[in-house]
């Protein structure tokens, strides 16, 4: 859309929820009296600030909190993944919100799938939105076809994945990073080349992953990997382009802001902050100004691949955060220094020490043809310390553990 049209669209959305969620919501009425605003005050996107925030902890209340319609409206619940610990979130979805107004991202430069693609699904379709909401948009909102593969239940196990993929030969996949690798090694196993697939794209999401990380699964998959990002509160937040240069938001979808995690006040331009979204075509079940609990930073300059939506660089979790001697570091971080290093498998987990007079304890996998000499953990944990400024200890392991669901790259000792 050109600008004044795209404008003029969010605009005309958000009075909308705002005024929906007001007059059919008490848990929204009351936050808006609180917060003295009315729904006459949101003229504009300009306004957004003014209504209040909404955080994980008011939606575990209530399975029910955000409902604007009867009961018997909705048409489909799913529920959190619990990563995040604490009660379960659900997220209610009427027919309307979950097909007719959200059906697809119709973003064709960032999603190029269409008839013709088959797709590998292979995230969790279990209790979450991952699996279901891939499906959907490739299937109902792109005319491809699709494989609903799943991701670590009682079927999607790696070796029938695999066979399947031999007998079908997708041209796309979606699944999460850690499935990646595990489906890989059990394509190795049975002497399946995967570059044999000639994959036209692989989309990676439900997981934090380091450009590092990607890179590794580009080479072993032999296909460009770009990042998805999104939430089961909110739906999708960032598509990233062929570029690999941050998310580009999907403002037909979402407004979002970057505010001060610690105040909530909005961010200056440029500066990092907490991300919060506003959904635009969620009318039943109103997600407004969310605390996603993920840390960013938005960035207004043109994009090579010619989107003209704004990109985000995601900069971890706030809670996922590690702080030590001092230091606030993300995760993801301390993965892409570590999987530089080409002696470094794919499997790995970071120990958090219990003080800071103590290392950060890396235990890990080698490489593929890595050679164990004596010294060597040494030598990559000296290596660490260089490129970070902090003490660690490497332990080289035979083999690590295989998740089947969200990789735990961080414990705490």
């Given at each position: 859309m050109p600008a004044d049209v795209l404008e003029a669209f969010q605009s005309e959305s958000l009075r909308a929820i705002a005024r929906r969620a007001y007059e059919k919501s008490s848990f929204y009425q009351a936050k808006m009296d609180q917060a003295v605003v009315m729904p006459v005050d949101i003229k504009s996107t300009a306004d957004l600030s003014r209504l209040p925030l909404l955080s994980k902890d008011e939606l575990r209340q209530d399975p029910y909190l955000l409902l604007t319609c009867a009961r018997e409206d909705i048409a489909l619940i799913q529920v959190s993944t619990g990563t995040t610990g604490g009660q379960e979130v659900y997220q209610m979805s009427t027919w309307s919100d979950y097909i007719l107004h959200d059906l697809a991202p119709r973003?064709?430069?960032?999603?190029?799938?269409?008839?013709?693609?088959?797709?590998?699904?292979?995230?969790?379709?279990?209790?979450?939105?991952?699996?279901?909401?891939?499906?959907?948009?490739?299937?109902?909102?792109?005319?491809?076809?699709?494989?609903?593969?799943?991701?670590?239940?009682?079927y999607s196990t790696p070796s029938k994945t695999i066979k399947v993929m031999k007998d079908l030969r997708p041209t796309v996949i979606v699944t999460s990073p850690s499935w990646a690798i595990t489906l890989a090694e059990e394509a190795e196993r049975v002497s399946l080349d995967l570059s044999?697939?000639?994959?036209?794209?692989?989309?990676?999401?439900?997981e934090g992953c380091s450009p590092a990380f990607r890179k590794r699964v580009e080479q072993i998959w032999g296909a460009q990997a770009s990042f998805f990002y999104g939430s089961l509160e909110c739906g999708v937040l960032g598509i990233e382009c062929d570029e690999h240069?941050?998310?580009?938001?999907?403002?037909?979808?979402?407004l979002m802001e970057l505010v001060d995690p610690a105040?909530?006040?909005v961010a200056a331009p440029g500066d990092p902050g907490e991300i919060?979204?506003?959904?635009?075509l969620r009318?039943?079940?109103?997600?407004?100004?969310?605390?996603?609990?993920?840390?960013g930073v938005l960035d207004l300059s043109p994009c090579g691949c010619g989107a003209r939506m704004p990109r985000f660089f995601l900069r971890g979790r706030a809670f996922d955060q590690i702080r030590f001697r001092g230091r606030a570091l993300s995760p993801i971080y301390l993965e892409e220094h570590l999987l530089r290093m080409p002696e470094v498998g794919?499997?790995?987990?970071?120990?958090?020490p219990v003080c800071d007079e103590s290392s950060i304890k890396v235990r890990c996998e080698l490489a593929r043809g890595a050679?164990?000499?004596?010294?060597?953990?040494?030598v990559l944990a000296g290596k660490m310390e260089t490129a970070t400024g902090l003490p660690f200890e490497l332990e080289i392991v035979e083999q690590m553990p295989r998740p089947t669901v969200k990789a735990a790259r961080v414990v705490r000792n």
């Open positions: 973003y064709p430069k960032l999603f190029p799938v269409g008839p013709g693609d088959i797709c590998m699904n292979a995230l969790p379709y279990e209790m979450s939105t991952a699996g279901l909401s891939f499906h959907k948009t490739f299937m109902e909102g792109y005319q491809a076809t699709v494989i609903p593969a799943g991701k670590g239940g009682a044999t697939l000639n994959l036209k794209k692989i989309w990676l999401t439900g240069n941050g998310y580009h938001v999907p403002q037909a979808h979402v105040t909530g006040l919060v979204v506003t959904s635009l009318y039943d079940s109103p997600v407004i100004r969310f605390r996603t609990g993920d840390l794919n499997w790995f987990e970071m120990v958090m050679k164990h000499r004596p010294g060597l953990a040494e």
